[in-house]
């Protein structure tokens, strides 16, 4: 069974402009969360999906979006780049999401942005 | 507002070495409880999930405990590895999310 594949890598981006991170689930999960982490921050949970409907939204401003397709599979927006957006961005699969037991949350390897 | 510790931030032990790594939390009106395995620059692999209503979860040589009256939770790693070098983070489950701690990176020495 594949795991979470996020797609790119790697990314380096000028401040000012913005960027889509991809991110494919494991196949039969529905709910995606993607999540920044950054030295100082740790892991910040950024918003979830089910079924194409954002269902939990964290603390981050505007210029920080997503969506769900049809087949789960998840892309995530930041427009405008800061430096201070410089992070690894995961990405968790889970069958149901976090309001159901039994919901372990599998991650893919991440995208790694640089903003310049 | 939920919020996770993990103690100590650092750990080196030697090879062999049982250990234990330390997680708790404010709100004990949690879904679950989940610990991952970070190596440097890589993604989370998921080690152990504990249930609410379960007090502990065993794989291999790892065992994690989960008291919620006490906003507790340990990992325990026996017979310590070089391979079990990394950043280990607890992460309770909320609504919706994950609310994870800062981690506990170990190091286990040849």
């Known amino acids: 069974k594949a795991g979470v594949t996020q797609t790119p890598r790697y990314l380096i981006k000028t401040r000012g402009q913005q960027v889509t991170l991809s991110c494919s689930p494991i196949s039969g999960h529905r709910s995606v969360s993607w999540y920044q982490q950054t030295p100082g921050q740790g892991l910040q949970f950024l918003f979830e999906?089910?079924?194409?409907?954002?269902?939990n939204k964290g603390n981050f401003p505007g210029r920080f979006s997503g969506r769900q397709f049809s087949n789960s599979r998840s892309e995530m927006n930041v427009s405008t780049l800061e430096l201070g957006d410089s992070a690894l961005y995961l990405c968790?699969?889970?069958?149901?999401?976090?309001?159901?037991?039994?919901?372990?949350?599998?991650f893919g390897q991440g995208t790694r942005l640089t903003v310049v | 507002k939920q919020e996770v510790t993990q103690i100590p931030a650092a750990l080196s032990v030697p090879e062999g070495e049982n250990l234990v790594l330390n997680c708790s939390f404010t709100?004990?009106?949690?879904?679950?409880l989940q610990w991952f395995r970070q190596d440097p620059g890589k993604g989370l692999t998921s080690l152990l999930l504990?249930?609410?209503?379960?007090r502990e979860q065993t794989s291999g040589r790892l065992n994690a405990s989960l008291d919620k009256s006490s906003g507790r939770s340990t990992l325990y790693i026996a017979a310590s590895q070089p391979g079990d070098s990394a950043t280990y983070l607890c992460a309770v489950g909320d609504t919706g999310k994950l609310i994870f701690g800062q981690g506990t990176t170990l190091q286990v020495k040849p």
């Open positions: 709100d004990s009106a949690i879904y679950n």
């Open positions: 504990i249930q609410s209503s379960q």
């Open positions: 999906y089910f079924s194409e409907t954002q269902r």
């Open positions: 968790a699969s889970s069958q149901f999401g976090g309001q159901v037991g039994n919901t372990e949350a599998f």
